[in-house]
């Protein structure tokens, strides 16, 4: 589900549904008319958001953000191993010249805004790699972006050079099984996979986690399996 209307996708939206399901959500944030959301994620990322309800918990969660309090981890799919397993990724974060869909990486922050992304390898698969991805900032497309900056776009992601078989040699019964691993997977290889904030009202810490959906579990399962017939 798209998160908001925006060009191409004026209906079926997050917010839409927000404005049929509740009245008087807070509508304004950084100037922009968007009941209801403090962040958001990309179309064709599945995981977890937390929507406010009134402008009290709209600012308090606004400033956590701010803050870099929230706690957010992702689990992506990447192509190849990111080496070292373990790290952060940093640099100014802006929209491409040549394609102003696209994100990239800049030295100085004349063109971008200063981002950071942890990461940790989880399971390596020879030719890709599971791996968690922690938020300290939340730039557009930070995460995809930031993994294509070091080598490592996420699998299937067709805006960032996924979608095309960057490890191994794309032939025979292999492209064959990449190609049914796309059709699994038909989006990037991304889920927001856990959420952590203090509550508006009580204070206390709230953490929520989301399981991967079917059809990352299934393209992982995939990439598994073949990795147990090799070795």
Not at 14 to 34: C, D, K, M, W
Request: charged residues 25%.
């Amino acid at each position: 589900m798209v998160v908001h209307p925006a060009h191409g996708n004026w209906d079926g939206t997050l917010v839409n549904a927000l404005v049929y399901h509740f009245q008087n959500l807070p509508t304004s944030r950084n100037g922009e008319i968007r009941p209801g959301l403090v962040h958001r994620i990309d179309k064709d990322t599945s995981g977890l958001m937390v929507i406010a309800k009134t402008e009290f918990a709209m600012t308090y969660l606004a400033r956590q953000f701010f803050e870099h309090t929230i706690e957010r981890t992702y689990n992506a799919l990447t192509w190849g191993i990111p080496e070292p397993p373990d790290g952060t990724i940093t640099g100014f974060i802006g929209r491409s010249v040549k394609d102003r869909k696209v994100q990239v990486i800049y030295d100085d922050e004349t063109n971008g805004k200063w981002a950071i992304t942890h990461y940790k390898t989880l399971e390596t698969l020879r030719y890709v790699a599971l791996v968690q991805c922690n938020l300290e900032t939340g730039r557009t497309h930070q995460i995809r972006a930031h993994l294509k900056h070091i080598g490592h776009p996420l699998f299937n992601d067709a805006m960032y050079g996924g979608d095309r078989i960057l490890r191994g040699n794309p032939v025979g019964s292999y492209k064959a099984f990449v190609e049914n691993a796309f059709k699994l997977l038909p989006r990037q290889a991304l889920h927001a996979k856990s959420l952590g904030f203090t509550h508006p009202r009580t204070k206390e810490w709230l953490q929520f986690d989301s399981p991967l959906p079917d059809d990352f579990q299934a393209a992982l399962d995939k990439w598994r399996k073949l990795m147990d017939n090799v070795q």
